[in-house]
């Protein structure tokens, strides 16, 4: 796993990230209790390099619930039944994630109701209105 991460400009360096396999809770047979193919990514956010401020604060918000105590992004994979293939699922979620911080909302503008949706909404309006002044005159006693 000596190869870095690249998404873009963004690039995280092999020593900012730490792989962890453990036992896999997913298929492998007889295999499942001998290997340890489910794979813990953690990635130092502070080492990644080429990631601007304004993304970084985006992946952090993207990435609140997958970080440690320490603040690095935890990424588990544990797809596969080879430790290999999930340490690259694994990367790939990595970049995924930094891909998506990368990525700038499109700001929202407020915009007013069409006319003939507002003349919709006060016509319905009367309507409701008028049915309920209705039930209020037909369940009067009269005296």
């Known amino acids: 796993m000596a190869e870095e991460i690249r998404v873009g400009p963004v690039v995280v ?5 730490t792989v962890k396999a453990s036992r896999s809770s997913g298929p492998g047979g007889q295999n499942v209790n001998k290997v340890a193919s489910k794979v813990e990514l953690r990635v130092d956010l502070d080492a990644i390099t080429g990631l601007p401020q304004e993304a970084r604060r985006r992946l952090l918000a993207i990435a609140r619930n997958k970080t440690d105590a320490r603040g690095r992004l935890v990424v588990t994979s544990q797809r596969s039944r080879d430790q290999w293939r999930n340490v690259e699922d ?4 990595v970049g995924a994630l930094i891909g998506r ?25 009367k309507r409701d209105g008028a049915k309920k002044r209705e ?5 009067a006693p009269e005296a």
């Open 13 to 17: 360096p092999p020593a900012a990230m």
């Open 90 to 93: 694994a990367r790939e979620k």
């Open 101 to 125: 911080a990368l990525v700038r909302p499109s700001e929202r503008r407020a915009t007013l109701p069409t006319r003939a949706a507002h003349e919709r909404r006060l016509k319905s309006k």
């Open 135 to 139: 039930r209020l005159t037909r369940a």
